[in-house]
């Protein structure tokens, strides 16, 4: 088969199994398990401390010991193993504990499935840069495959999307098989250290005052990244409580309105390159914030009602302005700014702080709001997404005040 249509085919089945259970595990454990919004924000944590330390420490072992389709092939195995026990638990404790096994070994397939592309690619003698983000699109469409399908089967509030999702990656790890053998550099003159791997000789960078409170605010606003998948589905659920609500198409299948989120991600991306050149990284990250802020309010605001869902539909475009003008511009920004000796160092920090700390305190801390603002298992998702709101509102406000948009070409070491 051809190498591009393999690899189209894992970055379906890779993020088809993401988006199984990403948006729709917290309806399930909220609305059918009757978990916290505490329990629910602590689970989805995992992801969070997952990505702290595991991407890089597995692709250590990629690069030295095990090679990066079989490594990819044994984490899906665990993580389908990890699925299904998760189907059939209703303890929060146990179920935070197998969904942190099963982060571990699923993260850092989203950086190893970088990796085996790039390394197929190059081996057919194609061009990555131009080869490969028509190939990782279908990631994102197996994304919104599976919400829609977990969505029109009605199974948001069942363990199904688990057994899909584990399934899925069962199929994906004996489809890894498929794939051209990828080595190790066991035995090449020059192999990157430990510490440079996780990305730790990066943390020179907080010499630099600009790159320390471009760093600070990587966490504070990666904290924020992972509310709306967290909580958007059951917000949205809540309204099938109000009877003129309870068959709208919007309470019927959330996640189908949700993947207007990804959908608008696709299409954003494509902005991102234009804005940083006319107005550099300080005014496309406070677009960002200002785009949370509208997320948010948006969400806060919005229902199914006619009117009401029309600001839904806003809230789910406004998302891939919010998303990719900070992911993006802020990885481009990183890689533009440092010494070629740190850069790849400097990407792995980048993520530790967003989708490792950041992510993680952002869970946590909006379960308890969430919980926080919840009465006899009702939520005042109003008041919860004004919070939001309003803390995506102040990071704005200080990021212009102390943030220089300097638009110097010098690396910084």
Known sequence: MNTKIQLKIVFFLQFFIWGSWLITLGSYMMGTLKFSGTAVGSIYGTMGIASLFMPGLLGVVADRWIPANRLYMICHLIGAATLFIAASITSPFIMFIIMLIHCLAFMPTIAISNSISYSCLESQGLDVITQFPSIRIFGTIGFIVAMWLVSFLKLELSNMQLYIAGLSSILLSLYTLTLPFISTSQGKSEKKSLITSLGLDAFVLFKQPRMAIFFLFAILLGGILQITNTFGNPFIRSFEDIPEYANSFAVQYPSVLLSISQISEVVFILFVPFFM?????????????????????????????PFGFV????????YGCAFDFYNISGSMYVDKTVSPNIRNSAQGLFMMMTNGIGAYLGSVSSGYVVEYYTIENVTDWQTVWLIFAGYSLILAVVFALIFKNENSNENIN
Request: glycine share 8%; hydrophobic share 60%; net charge positive.
């Open 311 to 318: 600001l839904l539909l806003l809230s789910m475009i406004v």
């Open 277 to 305: 050149k006319r107005l550099g990284i300080k005014y496309v990250m406070l677009i960002s914030m200002l785009a949370w802020v509208a997320r948010f309010g948006l969400f806060a605001y919005g229902n199914p009602s």
